[in-house]
């Protein structure tokens, strides 16, 4: 007993002796105090917080040897090993950076992107579609930011003195084929896909990373949305058609349907048209898209499935004027029929690994009639691509991708049996390296390459990008890279062997966003080489050689505000493109057609609670195309006058789960012309007849009503805008 | 004799106090959970974080530290003293803490609300912003809480101020909002707090539906 009573003794004893206090302070490298970081003794609860001078003080009761943990958010964690003995400890603790994705910097060159929640954006994914003038097409929005050119009787997105081709656009990073729908030549088109469809978008107007290849100027990557909210049925009935799209979801799964079904032969017999249409556009999509997720992000391994169908079909038969011809003139008959098809994966492992990738196909075929000869085209895309990255540290993350694609294409007159075609392998593979040197600086270095069977070419191009943040909202980055693409379908099926034409990149760029402003500056020079050029007989294309070269410079700025005006978000771009190229049937460096020098556009959204509505208003504006007259000698030295289009809209929402939405575009009835086509004989007085490309109507004007039914009253389709 | 007399005393007496006093883990949990429900400073807030956060580190399956570390780092994320910058990494963390502590406890109604929370933390960030796009989350996320239990007045009460937000917005009546306000007051005040918190369960939310409640009349 007595015993019991010593060591009882003894306990007490040194459980009153043991109390360890230990203080001192948390400073970052410089010196500088870090409140609110943890200090505590691991394996303990004992601990504290610094506070505002970076001070700590706390007792522990444990004993000998222990680790002092030190933790503050934007640090890395510090142990410093300590002796616990009944004395009072003094320390000293500095703490090191550590790698914060979410506030360091970006590489911005080149790149605008519309997402959520991200630093870098510079459009969110509802401006896509809440953009007035862009009538719900995404490239309509795209051609609201700098470095883009508004080609009006094309409707596809020109980069920087590049043509339409140039961009190469992706969905969950696998290509797209003919992105954009079927048309007769000077009848714009629209992107086929929805922009309802898509989070968040990535546009790159040059200098992008080896991820994407085979496009000279620009790359536009589009991400799906991931499980939608809830489980409900959207009803659209608009002035040019209507539609039904059903979400089903469960908790891990979400299937969506839809069917549309336009045609703007109603809304062109009430409003006069320029165009001379015998049968006015008519279209029907339907899209299937289900979506899977698996695994719990909590504990490392976790993934997404998402598989997208989407087929349609089109037809439109329209007459086009000869210059000089007295007649209603060419007969242009064109159906299309178009499906895409995408599964596409991504999952992250243990260890740091991220995998992701898939499948994708696209089908075009357009059965045109120009007069009375048939011609079929069928174009077809196949894409398939795994890419691992893995981190290595919170600095160091490496990636590596393996693609295939296959482009076969075929065009035949039907009629008299000729028929030509062609089928490329490409298998490519890219490496990029991202290394943090610090929150501030950052440097991506990458390398792609790749092989055509039918050019039987093999090429590998380097991409390089750095970015620098200042002390405060801004930073400066540059990227360059060079970029290869064969050229295009029409003219590779003519001459097989054709090699990929070239561009190199070199762009600065400054940006700064802080609370609700954002501004962005870029500077970029890149050069072509390479180009194809060729004898233009009437159309008849011949001595195909690839010595065509050229240049494109400029600088472009955007401001976007969402703070100054009260609830009114507005953003102003303004581009400056020098460009001239030898190309085509071109003897000398032109500026094409499709870059103007000077580009501008304003876009101003204003959210008026009193009338339940949001009113809207963009314009847009060049100083005019280029274009070649024949009655002089010299290539492309005039110019038509600028082009400018002022569209408004407007959205009211008299329920939550109702709205409706009219819009009309060049409410000023501005007669734009976009350029001017020539006979191709001088008549009797020796001159060359002209007609002037222009609009198909003065205005354009939209009504629809949407709506949501489901559970939730208050789901509505505002996407849809 | 005496010995043996020791040992059952010794033992009946370790028996008992297991019975009757809570575990290291309890005890402590209890005191940082007093603390939070009484915080209302950014730097009382970073305190309960880190306090939550050394909790959790020793307890790695229970899913109540997580949970308050996270609701910790929400309300930091709510502090006007902070740039939108910070106030989204403090949100990022709570999010981030939120999906770890639904690893460990599925189908929660609790941490479902809570992550609803912080959606809606992050719309009052930068309303204009993201009001549009994650305001329907922040409603599907309590959605998804009240489905599993509709009884839960912190799901009901931060319906209610969507709702309210909504109504506000549309110049619609504000019924359905002072409706769950109602619903939501009337659980928390027919609830016994002190077996709640004897459970370690959540019971903040009270002064919102208190005031919300008010206002309604």
Same mark, same amino acid.
């Given at each position: 007993?007595?015993?019991?009573?010593?060591?009882?003794?003894?306990?007490?004893?040194?459980?009153?002796?043991?109390?360890?206090?230990?203080?001192?302070?948390?400073?970052?490298?410089?010196? #500088?105090?870090?409140?609110?970081?943890?200090?505590?003794?691991?394996?303990?609860?004992?601990?504290?917080?610094?506070?505002?001078?970076?001070?700590?003080?706390?007792?522990?009761?444990?004993?000998?040897?222990? /680790?002092?943990?030190?933790?503050?958010?934007?640090?890395?964690?510090?142990?410093?090993? /300590?002796?616990?003995?009944?004395?009072?400890?003094? %320390?000293? /603790?500095?703490?090191?950076?550590?790698?914060?994705?979410?506030?360091?910097?970006?590489?911005?060159?080149?790149?605008?992107?519309?997402?959520?929640?991200?630093?870098?954006?510079?459009?969110?994914?509802? *401006?896509?579609?809440?953009?007035?003038?862009?009538?719900?097409?995404?490239?309509?929005?795209?051609?609201?930011?700098?470095?883009?050119?508004?080609?009006?009787?094309?409707?596809?997105?020109?980069?920087?003195?590049?043509?339409?081709? #140039?961009?190469?656009?992706?969905? *969950?990073?696998?290509?797209?084929?003919?992105?954009?729908?079927?048309? $007769?030549?000077?009848?714009?088109?629209?992107?086929?896909?929805?922009?309802?469809?898509?989070?968040?978008?990535?546009?790159?107007?040059?200098?992008?990373?080896?991820?994407?290849?085979?496009?000279?100027?620009?790359?536009?990557?589009?991400?799906?949305?991931?499980?939608? %909210?809830?489980?409900?049925?959207?009803?659209?009935?608009?002035?040019?058609?209507?539609?039904?799209?059903?979400?089903?979801?469960?908790? =891990?799964? $979400?299937?969506?349907?839809? $069917?549309? @079904?336009?045609?703007?032969?109603? @809304?062109?017999? +009430?409003?006069?048209?320029? &165009?001379?249409?015998?049968?006015?556009?008519?279209?029907?999509?339907?899209?299937?898209?289900?979506?899977?997720?698996?695994?719990?992000?909590?504990?490392?391994?976790?993934?997404?499935?998402? $598989?997208?169908?989407?087929?349609?079909?089109?037809?439109?038969?329209?007459?086009?004027?000869?210059?000089?011809?007295?007649?209603?003139?060419?007969?242009?008959?064109?159906?299309?029929?178009?499906?895409?098809?995408?599964?596409?994966?991504?999952?992250?492992?243990?260890?740091?690994?991220?995998?992701?990738?898939?499948?994708? &196909?696209?089908?075009?075929?357009?059965?045109?009639?120009?007069?009375?000869?048939?011609?079929?085209?069928?174009?077809?895309?196949?894409?398939?691509?795994?890419?691992?990255?893995?981190?290595?540290?919170?600095?160091?993350?490496?990636?590596?991708?393996?693609?295939?694609?296959?482009?076969?294409?075929?065009?035949?007159?039907?009629?008299?049996?000729?028929?030509?075609?062609?089928?490329?392998?490409?298998?490519?593979?890219?490496?990029?390296?991202?290394?943090?040197?610090?929150?501030?600086?950052?440097?991506?270095?990458?390398?792609?390459?790749?092989?055509?069977? +039918?050019?039987?070419?093999?090429?590998?191009?380097?991409?390089?990008?750095?970015?620098?943040?200042?002390?405060?909202?801004?930073?400066?980055?540059?990227?360059?890279?060079?970029?290869?693409?064969?050229?295009?379908?029409? /003219?590779?099926?003519?001459?097989?062997?054709? =090699?990929?034409?070239a561009a190199t990149h070199y762009i600065l760029n400054y940006f700064f966003a802080s609370n609700n402003r954002t501004f962005r500056a870029e500077s970029f020079y890149k050069i072509y080489d390479h180009l194809v050029t060729y004898d233009d007989a009437a159309g008849n294309y011949s001595n195909f050689s690839q010595n065509g070269s050229g240049y494109a410079r400029g600088v472009d700025f955007f401001y976007r505000d969402r703070k100054s005006i009260k609830e009114t978000d507005f953003w102003i771009t303004y581009s400056f493109v020098d460009s001239r190229r030898k190309y085509a049937a071109y003897e000398t460096r032109v500026q094409p057609s499709f870059a103007p020098k000077h580009n501008g556009s304003i876009v101003v959204k204003h959210f008026a609670s009193a009338l339940k509505s949001q009113l809207g208003t963009s314009w847009s504006w060049n100083s005019g195309y280029p274009f070649s007259n024949p009655n002089r000698t010299d290539d492309m030295q005039q110019k038509t006058k600028m082009y400018s289009d002022l569209s408004i809209s407007w959205s009211y929402l008299p329920r939550p789960h109702i709205i409706l939405h009219v819009a009309c575009s060049n409410v000023l009835g501005r007669n734009n012309v976009f350029g001017y086509r020539y006979a191709s004989q001088p008549d009797e007085s020796g001159t060359y007849a002209g007609l002037p490309v222009g609009q198909g109507a003065k205005r354009f004007a939209f009504a629809a009503l949407f709506i949501t039914i489901s559970r939730d009253k208050n789901a509505n389709q505002l996407n849809n805008l | 004799m005496k010995k043996l007399t020791f040992i059952i005393t010794v033992l009946l007496l370790s028996v008992l106090s297991v019975k009757a006093q809570d575990s290291p883990f309890q005890k402590i949990m209890k005191k940082e959970i007093e603390k939070i429900n009484k915080a209302d400073s950014l730097a009382q807030f970073q305190q309960s974080a880190n306090a939550f956060s050394r909790i959790a580190e020793l307890n790695p399956t229970e899913w109540q530290p997580l949970y308050y570390h996270a609701l910790a780092c929400t309300f930091q994320g709510l502090s006007n003293k902070l740039t939108l910058d910070q106030k989204d990494e403090a949100l990022a963390k709570a999010e981030d803490l939120a999906k770890k502590a639904e690893g460990i406890s599925a189908d929660n109604s609790e941490i479902i609300a809570l992550k609803g929370f912080i959606t809606m933390a992050k719309v009052s960030a930068d309303p204009a912003g993201r009001g549009q796009s994650l305001s329907g989350q922040a409603l599907a996320e309590f959605g998804r809480s009240l489905a599993i239990d509709s009884k839960n007045p912190r799901a009901l009460i931060l319906m209610a101020q969507m709702e309210a937000g909504i109504a506000r917005f549309f110049g619609s009546g504000m019924e359905k909002a002072c409706s769950l306000a109602k619903q939501s007051m009337a659980i928390f005040a027919a609830q016994d707090e002190e077996v709640l918190k004897a459970a370690m369960k959540p019971t903040w939310g009270r002064r919102i539906a208190e005031s919300m409640s008010k206002s309604c009349e």
């Open positions: 007993m007595k015993l019991y009573f010593t060591i009882l003794i003894f306990f007490t004893a040194f459980a009153a002796s043991a109390g360890t206090k230990i203080s001192g302070i948390v400073t970052n490298q410089k010196g #500088e105090a870090v409140p609110g970081s943890n200090v505590y003794i691991k394996g303990s609860y004992d601990g504290t917080s610094s506070d505002v001078n970076g001070n700590f003080s706390f007792e522990t009761d444990s004993s000998g040897k222990q /680790i002092l943990m030190v933790q503050a958010l934007g640090f890395k964690p510090q142990e410093t090993v /300590i002796e616990c003995a009944g004395q009072i400890i003094e %320390l000293e /603790i500095k703490l090191s950076e550590s790698i914060n994705l979410l506030t360091a910097v970006t590489v911005t060159a080149g790149a605008m992107e519309a997402g959520d929640e991200k630093k870098s954006v510079v459009l969110k994914p509802l *401006d896509i579609v809440t953009t007035s003038g862009a009538m719900g097409d995404i490239t309509g929005a795209l051609l609201t930011l700098p470095g883009t050119s508004t080609v009006g009787n094309d409707g596809r997105l020109f980069v920087r003195g590049g043509d339409a081709s #140039e961009t190469s656009i992706f969905i *969950d990073g696998l290509q797209v084929g003919n992105a954009y729908g079927s048309t $007769a030549s000077n009848v714009p088109t629209r992107n086929r896909f929805s922009a309802n469809l898509f989070k968040g978008s990535f546009f790159s107007t040059g200098g992008y990373s080896a991820e994407y290849g085979q496009a000279l100027s620009s790359a536009l990557a589009l991400n799906t949305l991931d499980l939608p %909210l809830r489980s409900q049925g959207d009803v659209s009935i608009m002035s040019v058609g209507g539609g039904y799209t059903q979400t089903l979801t469960g908790k =891990q799964n $979400a299937l969506t349907a839809s $069917a549309n @079904y336009y045609n703007l032969a109603p @809304y062109q017999s +009430l409003v006069k048209q320029d &165009f001379d249409w015998e049968k006015s556009p008519e279209s029907w999509d339907s899209e299937i898209s289900l979506r899977h997720k698996w695994g719990n992000a909590s504990n490392g391994k976790a993934g997404f499935i998402k $598989a997208y169908f989407h087929t349609e079909g089109n037809r439109m038969t329209i007459w086009q004027k000869i210059p000089g011809g007295n007649s209603r003139g060419d007969r242009v008959q064109l159906r299309n029929r178009y499906s895409y098809s995408n599964i596409s994966f991504r999952h992250s492992g243990k260890k740091d690994w991220f995998f992701y990738g898939g499948v994708a &196909f696209s089908h075009n075929s357009d059965a045109l009639k120009l007069n009375a000869d048939p011609l079929c085209r069928i174009n077809q895309l196949a894409h398939a691509k795994l890419v691992a990255v893995k981190d290595f540290s919170p600095r160091f993350s490496f990636k590596n991708g393996l693609e295939w694609f296959v482009k076969a294409y075929s065009e035949a007159l039907t009629d008299v049996n000729l028929k030509r075609s062609y089928t490329d392998h490409q298998p490519n593979h890219f490496a990029e390296a991202t290394y943090y040197f610090s929150n501030r600086l950052i440097m991506v270095a990458g390398v792609r390459s790749g092989h055509s069977s +039918l050019a039987k070419q093999f090429w590998m191009t380097p991409r390089f990008s750095v970015a620098w943040k200042l002390d405060n909202q801004g930073q400066f980055s540059f990227a360059a890279g060079k970029f290869k693409q064969l050229p295009e379908e029409k /003219i590779r099926v003519l001459q097989n062997n054709l =090699q990929n034409t | -």
